[in-house]
């Protein structure tokens, strides 16, 4: 199963791998949210939604239906 | 003479300063205006230069690329492409944040790709060291072919060298900093053999954005090379993958951050007021305390005012020889004028909160924690704002929509926007509540007055979440759905910036909403003051012999004669024809009367009433609201303004649309007729079913 930023816990940062181009909007690239760029959950939004992310140094909200499209790998951690 | 100046632009992302650093330019040496035919605001002003050079400094909205997706960022591009316009930058300033530098300069690369001498100002240099940042600023300069001002607009440094700088604007750089068009090399070679005149980017910016400049037609541009929207999306991609390929590779070197030194406050802040129970409590709180604020500390300057008006009038009336022109200063100019002025301290008020609200980074973490709540109805998170800031007028909270880019959530709110509670409505609701609601205290602490003014607050609230819910049922519009917003860094709103904010937002109120009521006020004392026909005409000799059976004394002859005349002018006709359509909701003519004229805006209101009493009687010092207690049916002798009547009233204008500039700025943002009509339509037969139920129960 593809792991997609909807999917991370809080905290974790993980490395944007591919989305489709025809779903995300180009101000969300503008904002840095470009393939091999990285991405951390800082805060969900109670209910669930949206997401508070930190993409690239940038700090923005985004809903969870257009987090579902954005395809990512986890960093893993070192213990 | 303006066109000696030089033209300074500010160009930069939403939340990097560059509001304050327009401020510490031109102080509050400012013009605010707006753009032909749209409503973006234009802000110009002034500054001195080293060398008695002087400048016009152009604070352009902000934007994070030139990709527009809203008119605000449409004004920039259209600005930028245009050499001929009279505020063409000689000099461009891109104002930067030092902690999101990487994220900035995209905006940067695409400014100087249009080949205008940029400088790029680095702001909140004071955060530097706090935050373990540190840069090579002789590097940058060299890398990004610009010279770089770093300042602090918040703590006043580095304005001076700054100012120094932009007198130099015709030695710095006009050289793009990358060639972006390597993502494809032949279209954009055959782009620019086929126009070798252009600039290259401004051909991209033209195939890619809804644009016309000049010569330069999109239609004729875009035949040959016209490609679908994926293909130009896939490329427009690549180029700001390319652009930030290049920023990464220039600040590798060009910047360092010691990430040990950063203590990360804002997190903390962060948990708690995104919190899933405490950050809808503190929202709450904070609401509380501002519309508990604005009515407690309003209410003394408010009735001062109103009575600083009445005793104008009566001086004018008293000292100014007897005539038409002095009737119409101190029965119609002087009273209308009052109606405009007892807004400024609630206005003032209201905008002093919003704009701490949003200056400190606060109205961004509002907007996350209600998002999944308002999508319910219909609604995005950023409709908060909106909702939030019609409290003071629709007409900037209707134009607050426009950074919602689902084009359905956009519309719902606009169309429910003028539900809620403006500044407009108060001083009916005020002025109606003291007269029928006693002011007694309930559970010991609760102001009844007070407490009634607050559920017309909900109800407002309530009726656009509710009427939300029933558009979005209704309404068939699908549209790609995104929601992207900002969280700023948290800062401690500035003094300077809030207190600008607060009197432009008051002065444009004023003078926009002023102008309207003052030429209502007039007209209307004309129409009272005269009426067609016999009756007007021989009023006195028609009382008189009236009187004469009933033995009156002379001071209640004059006010027959008055009242009399009163009824026979052409408001009075006018209110009179109404009257049978109000009198089911509880009003009399001269209240149709108020209706009538405050059918454009509803503030007109208590202007009107205190226009046609001040015409109607004959004692000038008494205040609008002693007035109107004392008006009472001419048949049963009871009072007009009863608590049947008045609730009915309340509601009225709770519900119904009297705002002209509303409908004028619905009309403009929905580009279509069929919106604001359907809006006036709805809530006007609202208002009055609503009004006509409520007084009939209550009678």
């Not at chain 2, 007055?449 to 029933?470: D, E, K, N, R």
Request: aromatic residues 10%; charged residues 20%; hydrophobic residues 45%.
């Amino acid at each position: 199963m593809r792991t997609t930023i909807n999917s991370l816990k809080k905290s974790e940062k993980a490395i944007i791998k591919d989305f489709d181009i025809d779903i995300i909007p180009l101000k969300l690239l503008e904002m840095g949210c470009l393939p091999g760029n990285t991405v951390e959950l800082l805060q969900i939004a109670p209910f669930g939604d949206p997401l508070y992310l930190d993409v690239n140094g940038s700090h923005l909200a985004i809903r969870v239906e257009t987090a579902r499209e954005i395809e990512v790998e986890i960093i893993k951690t070192e213990f | 003479m303006i066109h000696q100046n030089i033209n300074v632009a500010l160009i930069g992302n939403p939340n990097v300063g560059k509001t304050s650093v327009f401020n510490q330019l031109t102080g509050l040496n400012q013009q605010v205006g707006n753009y032909p035919g749209i409503t973006v605001e234009k802000k110009i002003g002034f500054c001195k230069l080293p060398h008695n050079i002087k400048a016009n400094i152009l604070d352009l909205p902000g934007t994070y690329s030139l990709n527009a997706s809203s008119i605000d960022e449409n004004v920039v591009i259209e600005l930028l492409l245009n050499k001929n316009d009279k505020l063409y930058p000689d000099v461009a300033l891109v104002v930067t944040d030092v902690e999101n530098l990487k994220r900035n300069l995209l905006l940067f690369t695409q400014i100087k790709d249009l080949e205008i001498p940029t400088i790029l100002v680095i702001n909140m240099a004071d955060r530097m060291e706090s935050k373990g940042i540190s840069l090579d600023i002789p590097y940058l300069e060299e890398q990004l072919k610009t010279k770089i001002a770093l300042i602090s607009s918040r703590k006043s440094q580095g304005i001076e060298e700054l100012k120094n700088l932009i007198v130099t604007y015709k030695s710095i750089s006009a050289e793009p900093c990358l060639n972006a068009s390597i993502i494809d090399k032949e279209y954009f070679n055959n782009l620019q053999k086929a126009f070798p005149d252009q600039l290259l980017y401004k051909l991209w910016l033209v195939i890619t954005q809804d644009v016309n400049f000049l010569n330069l037609e999109r239609k004729e541009i875009q035949g040959p090379f016209t490609k679908s929207h994926t293909e130009l999306k896939r490329l427009q991609q690549q180029e700001t993958i390319k652009r930030y390929q290049f920023i990464n590779d220039v600040l590798k070197v060009g910047l360092a951050v010691d990430s040990s030194v950063a203590k990360d406050f804002r997190s903390k802040l962060d948990r708690v007021l995104t919190h899933k129970f405490w950050g809808y409590i503190i929202f709450f709180v904070i609401l509380f305390v501002i519309f508990q604020s604005i009515f407690d500390w309003s209410s003394v300057p408010m009735d001062f005012i109103d009575s600083t008006f009445a005793t104008l009038s009566t001086m004018a009336a008293e000292h100014l020889p007897e005539g038409i022109l002095t009737d119409l200063i101190s029965q119609g100019i002087i009273p209308g004028i009052g109606g405009i002025l007892i807004f400024i301290p609630q206005i003032a008020f209201l905008f002093l909160f919003i704009s701490i609200l949003e200056e400190s980074g606060y109205m961004s973490r509002v907007v996350f924690i209600m998002d999944k709540i308002m999508r319910r109805f219909g609604l995005s998170g950023k409709s908060v704002v909106p909702l939030i800031s019609g409290t003071a007028c629709a007409i900037p909270a209707i134009m607050a929509t426009r950074n919602i880019e689902n084009w359905k959530e956009r519309l719902i709110t606009i169309l429910v926007t003028p539900f809620t509670t403006c500044s407009a409505r108060l001083p009916v609701y005020a002025i109606i509540i003291a007269l029928v609601i006693p002011n007694h205290r309930v559970l010991g602490f609760l102001n009844l007055q007070g407490l009634t003014l607050m559920l017309l607050y909900l109800l407002g609230f309530g009726m656009a979440i509710f009427s939300a819910y029933v558009l979005n049922k209704v309404m068939k519009i699908s549209g790609k759905t995104f929601f992207v917003v900002e969280m700023p860094n948290y800062k401690l709103p500035l003094f300077k910036n809030v207190a600008i904010n607060v009197i432009e937002k008051t002065k444009a109120f004023i003078s926009g909403a002023g102008k309207i009521i003052l030429a209502i006020s007039i007209i209307l004392w004309f129409l009272a003051s005269y009426g067609p026909g016999e009756k007007f005409k021989n009023a006195e000799t028609i009382i008189s012999t009236q009187a004469n059976n009933h033995s009156l004394s002379k001071t209640e002859i004059n006010n027959r004669i008055a009242a009399f005349k009163l009824e026979n002018s052409y408001i009075g006709i006018m209110g009179k024809t109404i009257e049978p359509v109000i009198s089911p909701l509880g009003y009399d003519w001269k209240i149709g009367i108020a209706i009538i004229s405050s059918f454009a805006a509803r503030e007109v209101f208590v202007g009107t009433l205190a226009t046609i009493y001040s015409v109607g009687g004959t004692d000038n010092e008494t205040t609008i609201k002693n007035k109107m207690e004392s008006e009472i049916h001419p048949i049963t002798g009871a009072k007009i303004f009863n608590f049947a009547s008045g609730i009915s009233l309340l509601l009225f204008y709770a519900f119904a649309l009297q705002c002209a500039s509303t409908l004028a700025i619905t009309k403009k943002e929905t580009n279509s007729w069929k919106w604001p009509l359907g809006q006036l339509i709805f809530m006007s037969s609202f208002a009055y079913i609503t009004a006509l139920i409520a007084f009939q129960i209550l009678k």
